[in-house]
């Protein structure tokens, strides 16, 4: 077992994973899981720049992240960064950040890349399962893009596009400098056809109907899964691996678009940063259901951190096995 560390740093939250990996029996023993919310995506499709308050909040959790690492002690270390980091200007500024900090340079990987990890994640631990048949969607609704990927044991076919909770929230939600409480009917219909524009996209590269199982990643699924099961608090055990049928999605959507701030807020599994762009991120999932037609969504908590830690024992595995050793336990 190799100790690895992976970072996933998308646009509305940074994760951490530490982990004892073995790539060859597929087996991840989580041993640190933590989630920050820093709004990395802050204004960049308005400005096309990371904010100066958003950089500096992504690097107080790398400070933290980086404690947390050294006291697991983990060999290695990779750090994802996805959308945000993509399309700012002045991503030079966010690399040298976090290079300082945790001495890896982020990579900011492609759209493909994402879906790639988030595939891995999400479905390495189905294999054997009866009652989910393939192909497998595996559908990440992040802060700034959704990954849609399609598969059996392998990656068919992959595509990202420019619609998450945060992008939607702050291109058709946000007036004046303030979200809307709750949104017109006007801006509900304009970000629907924004989000139905892109599963046109994405269905010209990914075979969206044809899969059998959806499995749902990211923080506005999880959340939607909470708020189904009534959870007094957000409870990663419950929600992973649970079922949410399209009925209830969209009866959760409706409500929270219909909802006001406060209200939202009272959610007891509402983590505090997604208060203001749940009802986006839900709106992209039953637009995804309605779309190909599926009764229900499974939903995953392990996704593209779990595909980027196989990754990291991956690699040390190749390196170990090119040396003629392979890499001693940490443990």
Request: with cysteine; charged share 25%; proline share 4%.
């Amino acid at each position: 077992m190799t100790r690895v560390a992976a970072v996933d740093c998308g646009t509305n939250s940074i994760r951490l994973l530490v982990a004892d990996a073995h790539p060859e029996t597929g087996e991840l023993a989580e041993l640190d899981r933590r989630m920050t919310i820093v709004r990395l995506g802050q204004g960049v499709d308005r400005t096309g720049r990371l904010a100066p308050e958003a950089l500096e909040r992504t690097f107080a959790a790398c400070r933290e992240y980086a404690a947390v690492i050294k006291e697991h002690g983990a060999e290695r270390l990779r750090f994802v960064a996805t959308s945000a980091s993509r399309d700012a200007e002045n991503r030079d500024e966010f690399v040298r950040g976090v290079l300082d900090i945790l001495g890896v340079e982020p990579e900011v990987i492609s759209g493909d890349q994402e879906a790639e990890f988030s595939f891995t994640g999400a479905t390495r631990e189905l294999t054997g399962r009866h009652d989910l048949a393939k192909p497998y969607l595996v559908v990440d609704i992040g802060g700034g893009s959704t990954e849609f990927v399609v598969g059996n044991d392998q990656v068919r076919a992959a595509r990202s596009v420019d619609v998450g909770c945060v992008r939607m929230t702050e291109r058709h939600l946000v007036v004046g400098g303030a979200v809307t409480d709750p949104p017109t009917e006007q801006q509900i219909v304009a970000m629907r056809a924004d989000i139905e524009a892109a599963l046109d996209l994405a269905e010209r590269t990914v075979p969206l109907r044809e899969a059998h199982t959806l499995v749902g990643l990211a923080g506005s699924v999880t959340t939607i899964s909470a708020i189904a099961q009534q959870l007094p608090a957000y409870d990663p055990q419950a929600i992973h691996h649970s079922r949410v049928s399209r009925d209830r999605v969209r009866e959760i959507t409706d409500w929270l678009l219909r909802s006001t701030h406060a209200e939202r807020a009272a959610i007891p599994s509402m983590h505090p940063g997604r208060v203001d762009v749940i009802g986006a991120g839900a709106l992209i999932l039953l637009s995804i259901m309605d779309r190909i037609g599926t009764e229900e969504v499974v939903v995953s908590e392990h996704d593209i951190l779990d595909g980027i830690a196989f990754s990291v024992a991956a690699e040390a595995e190749a390196e170990a096995e090119k040396k003629g050793s392979r890499p001693a336990s940490t443990r």
